[in-house]
């Protein structure tokens, strides 16, 4: 099993940036592919980004794409979520997590096994 801290989080204006990172304790972090996902109330967890485990394969939701990047640091136990050029529809809770199954990353959050407890992100107009 894998613990997830999420940190990073925060107020910014629309246009700014934030850096969120994720700090992984377990032996299987290094295997394990990660993603970050988002939620609002009353809507469904939504994917954001997720990496392979060497982190040589990443890939974005649509909304995201060319203002996010996911990175990781597997000697570090980390994962980061780099945001810019964020939008007031960038607000949630956003939420790491490990998939220790074998395949391709998904963006479905059901094969995630581990989360954590989530950082709350707020864009002002």
């Known amino acids: 099993q894998v613990q997830l801290v999420e940190s990073g989080g925060g107020l910014v204006q629309a246009g700014g940036s934030l850096r969120l990172s994720c700090a992984a304790s377990g032996r299987t972090f290094s295997t394990s592919k990660m993603g970050w996902f988002r939620q609002t109330p009353g809507k469904e967890r939504e994917f954001v980004a997720g990496i392979s485990w060497s982190g040589h394969t990443t890939t974005y939701a649509a909304s995201v794409k060319g203002r996010f990047t996911i990175s990781r640091d597997n000697a570090k136990n980390a994962v980061y979520l780099q945001m810019n050029s964020l939008k007031p529809e960038d607000t949630a809770v956003y939420y790491c997590?490990?998939?220790?199954?074998?395949?391709?990353?998904?963006?479905?959050?059901?094969?995630?096994?581990?989360w954590g407890q989530g950082t709350q992100v707020t864009v002002s107009s």
């Open positions: 997590a490990g998939d220790r199954h074998l395949g391709q990353i998904s963006s479905n959050p059901s094969p995630y096994d581990d």
